[in-house]
């Protein structure tokens, strides 16, 4: 049964084709009008353009449409002249023809007529439509002659052992694989009564004293496909068919099963690798040689345990490197400290000699170092209030003022609010001291040196700022990727204690342009009692 109604709605897919072409010439307005005209001299031009315009657009739909066999638009507009092909007039005889009665009864629906034979001998049946209603003055009827062969490849793939017919609802044959049946009615040859028919269903009849079984169903047009099958065949596919199905099963299975047997072979094998690599990370190696084990869940869990062993061997190496970096910092700190009050005590003796031989500068340095000293070497710090760092950068600064006698020009901007907040020591003396001993290039003008706290965000900012000397962008790009590996002892120190302190959270930038002047900034996070 369902081989008949694909065959029916393919059959009716096909009609809806040519029920296009025929409503592409119902919807051609010019085509409609050229045909209702009243022409009152068959030599005007406008004549001779409907003749030319109604002949190349049937030609066109023809070359585009193989199946259709002819195309004829009959009218009883009889100033529009018949030439025998594609307009012809509408007299007595075509109204005795079944397929003009069939139109009219249907009031100018689109209908379908039985198969019948053209001059060629070629088999064709008709679809017909009015264009106009019959009660307008010029009307005209659309017929499309179409090709019997167009039906026939609908059932031409069929098995060779079963008959099929397609008939119409008058019980004639449409299209069959004996062409010389065609046109005539089953009831002729077969004894079965088209009129008692359901609209689908089946029953059995004997043929030529084979049994068949009969299978049919009705198109939404009243059409019928019919299919004749004979038991022994009909038996016959269904043993094929079992023993097809017997052997794809069979296939199937034993695809199935080695395909099991090797993905959970691979799967295996996955597993084994992964949990080898794991036992290496459970004994402390984590130098792990393996890639991601695919794209499915042990993929996945495969990515995730690599990325997990390299997180944990760069914490680790981070860690270490960290604890070297300390310990190293501590050991400079170590080299660099000596006895507070033996230092004070010495530089006190050198201000009362300076003030003793009248070296007021020599005096007021002394004094300046001596208390840059009491902050930086107060009981072995390492932690300052922001407030002690500036007092140490101003200290220090004072000395440098009296060194260069005018040539060196300072400005502080700070915000006081940061006062109540702490920071290692010593994160501006260096930057400055650099500045100092590359930035004074002018004898006569000397530099300006620029010093700024402020906060962004959740970080203390600190900016040093001069118009020296700067540098050309190759120089800033080699300081900048080489920071840490600065000849400055001073600024390499620093760099150092802010990552040992802060890590990632603080940074050291710099921005420079030759002959403009130098820009620091040293980011740290604000921080209440450091220490």
């Not at 049946?181 to 089953?186: C, V």
């Not at 099991?260 to 004994?283: A, C, P």
């Not at 002394?366 to 107060?378: D, E, T």
């Not at 965000?457 to 962008?473: P, R, S």
């Amino acid at each position: 049964m369902n081989t008949i109604m694909q065959i029916n709605k393919n059959i009716e897919n096909k009609l809806d084709d040519y029920t296009q072409v025929s409503s592409q010439i119902y919807m051609d307005r010019s085509l409609r009008e050229y045909l209702s005209v009243e022409y009152k001299d068959d030599l005007s031009l406008y004549y001779i353009d409907a003749y030319d315009y109604i002949n190349q657009r049937f030609k066109d739909i023809l070359n585009m449409n193989s199946g259709i066999d002819s195309i004829t638009v009959y009218t009883n507009n009889r100033s529009l002249i018949s030439d025998h092909y594609f307009i012809k007039h509408i007299d007595e005889n075509v109204k005795m023809e079944d397929w003009y009665n069939a139109v009219v009864k249907a009031n100018g629906k689109t209908t379908f007529s039985k198969m019948k034979k053209d001059k060629s001998e070629v088999q064709t049946f008709t679809l017909t439509r009015f264009l106009d209603h019959p009660s307008s003055l010029n009307f005209q009827v659309l017929k499309l002659e179409i090709k019997e062969k167009e039906l026939y490849s609908l059932i031409d793939n069929e098995d060779t052992d079963r008959e099929i017919y397609v008939i119409d609802e008058d019980g004639y044959v449409l299209t069959n694989k004996n062409k010389s049946l065609n046109t005539k009615q089953i009831a002729d040859f077969l004894e079965i009564d088209t009129n008692k028919l359901k609209e689908s269903g089946s029953f059995n009849f004997q043929l030529n004293g084979k049994d068949m079984l009969v299978v049919y169903s009705t198109m939404s047009n009243g059409w019928k496909t019919i299919s004749l099958n004979p038991y022994e065949g009909f038996l016959t596919r269904i043993k094929d068919a079992f023993v097809k199905i017997f052997i794809v099963t069979a296939v199937a299975i034993i695809v199935a099963i080695l395909l099991i047997y090797f993905t959970s072979n691979l799967l295996t094998k996955r597993i084994e690798t992964l949990v080898m690599n794991m036992k290496r990370v459970e004994e402390g190696d984590f130098e792990v040689n393996m890639s991601r084990l695919g794209y499915d869940e042990i993929g996945e869990l495969s990515s995730t345990f690599i990325n997990m062993t390299q997180k944990i061997k760069k914490l680790i190496d981070e860690v270490y490197y960290t604890e070297i970096l300390k310990k190293e910092a501590e050991m400079n700190t170590l080299q660099s400290q000596i006895n507070p009050h033996f230092l004070y005590n010495t530089l006190g003796s050198i201000s009362a000699l300076a003030m003793k031989e009248k070296a007021h500068k020599v005096y007021q340095m002394v004094n300046l170092l001596s208390k840059f000293y009491r902050i930086s070497l107060n009981k072995g710090r390492k932690i300052i209030s922001i407030r002690e760092e500036i007092e140490l950068s101003k200290n220090y600064l004072a000395i440098q003022q009296i060194r260069f006698d005018g040539l060196l020009h300072t400005h502080f901007d700070i915000d006081e609010g940061l006062y109540q907040y702490d920071t290692i020591k010593l994160v501006l003396q260096p930057f400055i001291e650099n500045c100092i001993n590359h930035a004074i290039w002018d004898d006569e003008n000397g530099i300006n040196i620029i010093i700024k706290v402020y906060q962004k965000e959740k970080q203390a900012v600190f900016e040093i700022i001069d118009d020296g000397l700067g540098m050309d962008q190759e120089t800033l790009e080699n300081i900048q990727s080489n920071i840490v590996e600065s000849t400055s002892y001073g600024i390499k120190n620093v760099i150092t204690r802010l990552k040992t302190y802060y890590g990632n959270e603080s940074e050291c930038t710099i921005f420079s342009r030759k002959g403009i002047g130098t820009q620091v900034k040293v980011s740290v996070p604000i921080i209440r009692k450091l220490n």
